[in-house]
């Protein structure tokens, strides 16, 4: 089991910027990866970054070069540094570990709301 508690959201303007982190606990050493997803009002839950144990990073395309994830020495803890958000950011931003043995199984967190106003 993996237990993961996020926190950083909140209400931001056009252009500004965010860290979001969240701190995973439990059975850690079976993590292989953690990532961020957001999920928007009437949209599907959608990847937005995501780091491997190796420390191999991917991010969807609308966030290249604004959107960077990273994790902390310990590596219990993820983050993510937003800049330059825009309103189509808007959503609830959401931490999963993919975590397991044999076959990762996807931990989640409860969600940060992040909003940014036009």
């Known amino acids: 089991q993996v237990q993961l508690v996020e926190s950083g959201g909140g209400l931001v303007q056009d252009g500004g910027s965010l860290r979001l982190s969240c701190t995973a606990s439990?059975?850690?050493?079976?993590?292989?990866?953690m990532g961020w997803y957001r999920q928007a009002p009437g949209k599907q839950r959608e990847l937005v970054a995501r780091i491997t144990r190796d420390g191999i990073t991917n991010y969807v395309e609308s966030v290249k070069g604004r959107f960077t994830i990273s994790r902390g020495d310990a590596r219990t803890t993820v983050y993510l540094q937003m800049n330059s958000l825009k309103p189509e950011d808007t959503a609830v931003y959401y931490c999963r570990a993919d975590a397991g043995l044999v076959l990762p199984h996807p931990y989640w967190g409860q969600g940060t709301q992040v909003t940014v106003s036009s």
């Open positions: 439990g059975n850690i050493a079976s993590i292989a990866a």
